[in-house]
């Protein structure tokens, strides 16, 4: 499986969003301090280093790690630190302190905070001065600096008092509560240091250096699972986070981390009864998919052999239904996926897996269906649109599978190469499951969702831009640019009822009836109230 960006992105700092960290207090202190009315979610970016004093690099980072857990604890939601690197990869701009206001408020939103706090730190002899300031996204409007300074030695004090001013609302969290938590600052320096180290070796070399300074570090340790996960080293993954005292506030998710690292060590039935355990305690969305794809995993070989064959029993667009093919013990695949998408409806992830499962169930119709809903949630998903592809031709809708599997490749390289390698045939690749990495993200934070959205945003402007232009150029009959345009509109948003019907009607007058009639059955399906389409395609029915 190859790794996806905000599909399987797996934790890095491993603190849950408006929990407490496991350097705070509990739930019920950071629930007493919050305001009657929401805060705004914040984004900290990095703070520069005004003085650029070289032994102090780490402290950039390490002013938005500390200031966002700070913030987290006021009862603040923030943005974490591997949601706002996501974005950074989105917009494939430099994870640094320096950059504008511009694309720092475009970083805001596609992750979907509602204030931004940028800043600068510097040293004055043995002072640590802390300069800060937010910007509201919805006016624009800047704040006045915030300053606040401190010996070196009390840099946890002075980044506390930051945080409160920065949140703004009315707390009954004393500051030593902010910063009892803490490990030693060398063990601190350590960690973030290991998170900002480019080569594996040197990221183990310093996490392993801040356990060894503080040995109860556990925040270091799934640190540590992330550098070996990204490796491929599951079996040491595993050993680290195995570590976590049961009793610690980040053993749920140590636990599902461990989970996973069974997972890709082959270890399904381990890794089934964990995930199984931790939903019986509290039901998540990325549990049940993860329980789903330890079905996948473990099911017959022969599943993944060959291409689908249409169902039996009719279309099965609902899980639990369709051809009887069971891993064993547990259940089937399609149900956990189903009963994952029962919670989170948005997330364009779980419904590929259905269909992905669906696929290798042999079950077409639910596979199509599906596929066609991860699609409709998510209009750049390369693979989506291929194994889409697959189905609708392995069912007969070779001109819509060949549309599709056009767009996959358009959007990866990845498909053409695959067919050069097999040529001919109308298979899909394997191990395509996509396992999720986090659990317990509240729905306000779930940032994939966010980031998701906003490139949604961003191609729906652009292919209604195109669409415009198509409808101008088809009322004057400039058949041949419209066509031009009108699919340029649909590559950007496949399910534009309106851009089909007026490709099929463009295809009609120029005697291509057969694409006029798989145009205006994709417009029908995607928007179902588009009687003119219908009341068309039936007269060439």
């Known amino acids: 499986m190859r790794p996806r960006v905000g599909a399987s992105c797996l934790v890095l700092g491993a603190w849950l969003c408006l929990e407490p960290g496991p350097w705070g207090p509990g739930p019920g202190e950071a629930a007493q301090s919050a305001a009657t009315t929401p805060p705004a979610r914040q984004l900290v970016m990095p703070f520069e280093n005004a003085t650029g004093e070289p032994r102090s690099y780490w402290l950039s980072e390490g ?15 923030a943005i974490r630190r591997e949601d706002r690197l996501r974005a950074f990869e989105r917009l494939r701009v430099p994870p640094v302190a320096a950059l504008s206001h511009a694309t720092v408020i475009r970083l805001a ?145 140590a636990r599902f981390l461990a989970a996973s690292s069974m997972l890709h060590l082959g270890q399904y039935q381990a890794a089934f009864d964990v995930f199984s355990e931790l939903n019986r305690t509290t039901p998540d969305p990325a549990l049940l998919n993860n329980l789903g794809v330890v079905q996948l995993r473990r099911s017959s070989p022969s599943l993944r052999a060959g291409p689908a064959k249409p169902a039996a029993a009719g279309p099965s667009s609902s899980p639990g239904t369709g051809p009887s093919t069971s891993p064993g013990a547990g259940g089937r695949a399609v149900s956990y996926f189903g009963d ?36 409709r949630r998510n209009t750049a998903d390369d693979e989506a649109h291929y194994v889409l592809g697959v189905a609708l031709d392995a069912s007969g809708s070779t001109a819509e599978a060949a549309r599709e599997k056009e767009l996959a490749r358009q ?66 009959g400039l058949d041949a640019d419209a066509i031009a345009e009108l699919r340029r509109t649909v590559f950007l948003a496949p399910y534009e009822s309106e851009a089909h019907w007026l490709l099929g009607r463009m295809y009609l007058r120029t005697g291509r009836t057969e694409d006029a009639i798989d145009a205006l059955t994709i417009a029908v399906w995607s928007d179902p109230a588009n009687t003119e389409a219908q009341a068309l395609l039936k007269s060439l029915k």
Do not use: C
């Open 63 to 77: 002013s938005a790690v500390l200031l966002t857990d700070d913030l987290i604890v006021l009862g603040v939601p």
């Open 109 to 253: 939103q596609v992750v979907g905070a509602a204030q931004v706090v940028v800043g600068a730190f510097e040293r004055q002899g043995g002072d640590l001065v802390v300069r800060a300031r937010t910007i509201r996204l919805d006016t624009g409007r800047i704040s006045p600096e915030l300053v606040e300074r401190g010996p070196l030695a009390d840099l946890l004090d002075v980044y506390a008092r930051v945080a409160r001013r920065v949140a703004a609302i009315a707390s009954s969290i004393p500051a030593e509560q902010l910063t009892r938590g803490y490990p030693p600052l060398p063990a601190f320096e350590q960690y973030i240091k290991g998170l900002l180290a480019e080569a594996p070796t040197a990221q183990i070399a310093f996490l392993t250096q801040a356990l060894r300074v503080h040995p109860a570090f556990e925040r270091a340790r799934v640190a540590l699972w992330e550098v070996h996960t990204a490796q491929g080293d599951h079996q040491q993954a595993l050993d680290a986070v195995r570590q976590v005292p049961a009793d610690h506030q980040l053993a749920r998710q």
């Open 340 to 375: 994952a998408i029962a919670l989170d409806g948005s997330d364009a992830d779980l419904f590929f897996n259905l269909g992905y499962a669906f696929w290798l169930d042999r079950d077409l119709p639910g596979a199509i269906h599906w596929l066609r809903e991860a699609v």
């Open 411 to 476: 959007l990866s390289a990845t498909y053409a190469d695959w067919e050069v390698k097999q040529p001919g045939a109308n298979t899909v690749p394997q191990g395509l499951e996509r396992l999720k990495g986090e659990i317990d993200v509240p729905e306000s934070l779930r940032v994939d969702a966010a980031v998701v959205a906003a490139e949604q945003r961003d191609l729906r402007e652009i292919a209604a831009f195109h669409l415009d232009r198509g409808r101008r150029l088809f009322e004057a």
